[in-house]
């Protein structure tokens, strides 16, 4: 079941929004005890990779969607370091609406490239980077008439606040730290609001701080600036003025949290940390908080035995060049026995 029909009761639907249905949602919450045995914490990841297009985004993706076709819209658009992209061009595959994506030129991975133009929507690199992109899809969504579905949509915020709803069904209560990577400020909002929601309604007793990490090169909500140049190998949070930027910091504030950068360096190294000691290949954005998190623990800052749970936004298939650089490489051998022994050691190594 989708997400449309699973959370029907709490979204803004109407009899007469259409059904959209990539069965988007219910993503794994993945214990880490490897992981979480080194921080000393008690470690979840949520692991949005599982979504159909391989991200969170489907799940503010599907009700934008539903509700465009629902006010009759003729074309989506929008502008992405590279997953909006690839789940607005899914759900505009999926329900026969046009799809114009601006993307940076040069600048998204090639997992995120590849889906956009397979799913067949019209692909535009832009000669500047994600924040100008995004500007200039807001003036042609006006002057077309076109549904904007960036994170402006109101309509994606609450869609993605499924997924905080999910970490509470799974858990029956919330954790103690939410650790998200921060981009467009869009997510972390969207599940504060989630968990909120979830306290109103009596369904936890507490809401978690929210830790929002962003990266070193790309880290406006944590210098208090807009960052007129973002550079970072998380290419999906290469932004430097977040539209969300109000409603995150409001989120980080009432939930008693923090926003926290974190080096590209460190990003890199947790993600080989999370698949190496976790069995989870997640994206480098995606990779931020748990980078976060050891450095909070270097710094001693990283309370015992708190259970955390770690939004692991998007698959790390999606980026392959940059796990390949830091991933090491095959061991080539002839096709013998003989050969194919000498690099095998009789107990194993790790
Ligand atoms: N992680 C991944 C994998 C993302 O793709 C994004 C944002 C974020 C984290 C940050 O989320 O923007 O809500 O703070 N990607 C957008 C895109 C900008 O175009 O795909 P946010």
Known sequence: MGLLARYAPLLPLTASTPSVNLEEGNTPLIRLPRVGEQLEIDLWGKFEGCNPSGSFKDRGMVLAVAKA?????????????????????????????????????????LGKLAQALIYGATVVAVRGNFDRALELAREAAKERGFAMVNSVNPYRLVGQRTGAWEVCDALSAAPDWHAIPVGNAGNVSACWAGYTEYRRLGKIPKTPRMMGFQAAGAAPLVTGRPCPDPETVATAIRIGNPVSADLARAAITESGGEFNSVTDEEILSAQRLLASFGGVFAEPASCAPLAGLVKLKRLGRLPRDIRVVMVLTGNGLKDPDTAMKQAGRPIEVGDTLKELLSVLRPGGVR
């Open 69 to 109: 076709l629902e006010d009759g819209a003729r074309a989506l658009i929008c502008a992405s370091t590279g997953n909006t992209s690839a789940s607005a061009a899914a759900y505009a595959a999926a329900t026969g609406l046009p799809c114009y994506v601006l993307l940076p030129a040069g600048r998204v991975a």
